[in-house]
């Protein structure tokens, strides 16, 4: 069965929930979601209404930096320019890696496969789906599977809440929240202009990974927000927009020395 949405004008897929929880113990690898197939365009046009839309701050003046906080947004800028390539060898084990990190006890049978329908791709070749959102999208799932296992786990298998029917798919929703991030924090204008952004920036010059932490909370807190909007696949883009409001608000919060104040990191369980 095919379902197709999108009031723009561009398709996607949606998950639908057929159980709780994934049973691996049997021959056919029954999973709890059919992956419903749409169009790879749901990455970035699923988003258009976050990701497009004229941003208030586009005349602002831009922030002074230090030079580590210059030297750390450059090699984070430098980060999310890195395109997947399914022909590079690091690219390729990244992706081995997050199938073993996702499902350690079954073995991958190549990286062109029906099984990874299984982790929210929207087909057999998941580097159609990475393409969009660059390497650095692979590598936030990735991060967020070996830190945050049993969030990441909870979050794959829909195990919380009352669920709709018609679910977000896993893996393609996480490369719409890395977009999220990049465009919310202004990454890839060439001076950062947004308080959220140079807010951000500090945690960034005490943590490397910082960027790969927020990406877990913002996962984690889309996946609330979907809940307490009692969202289905139509939902998605409204869904994105509070969590973008609603982290923004977070960072911006007096007393937030780190990211693991934020209030939303407590809702991560590793």
């Not at 990286?111 to 590598?139: A, C, N, V, Y």
């Not at 877990?216 to 927009?241: E, G, P, T």
Request: glycine share 8%.
């Amino acid at each position: 069965m095919v379902e197709r949405g999108g009031g723009g004008g561009g398709s996607f897929v949606a998950v639908r929930r057929i159980s709780q929880g994934i049973d691996r113990g049997t021959a056919c690898h029954s999973t709890s979601a059919e992956v419903v197939a749409g169009s790879a365009a749901w990455i970035g046009r699923g988003l258009a209404c976050v990701c497009a839309q004229k941003r208030e701050f586009d005349d602002e003046p831009s922030f002074d930096l230090t030079n580590l906080q210059e030297e750390c947004l450059h090699m984070l800028q430098k980060r999310i320019k890195i395109a997947y390539d399914g022909s590079v060898p690091e690219h390729q084990e990244t992706l081995r890696a997050l199938w073993y990190a996702t499902f350690p006890s079954e073995e991958l049978h190549g990286l062109i496969t029906e099984q990874w329908k299984e982790m929210g791709w929207q087909g057999k070749d998941p580097s159609t789906d990475i393409r969009g959102g660059g390497l650095i999208s692979l590598e936030n799932l990735l991060y967020f599977a070996r830190n945050f296992p049993i969030s990441f786990q909870d979050l794959l298998r829909k195990r919380e809440g009352d669920r709709a029917l018609w679910e977000y798919p896993f893996a393609v929703a996480g490369v719409n929240i890395t977009f999220m991030l990049i465009q919310m924090l202004d990454l890839n204008a060439a001076k950062l202009r947004t308080p959220v952004g140079a807010t951000f920036l500090k945690f960034l010059t005490e943590n490397e990974s910082a960027f790969d932490l927020l990406y877990c909370i913002a996962f984690k807190l889309m996946d609330h927000q979907w809940l307490a909007m009692r969202a289905s696949y139509m939902d998605f883009n409204d869904v994105i927009k509070a969590t973008s409001r609603q982290l923004e608000k977070e960072l911006l919060q007096e007393g937030i020395a780190r990211l693991e104040d934020l209030p939303s990191y407590h809702l991560l369980t590793r």
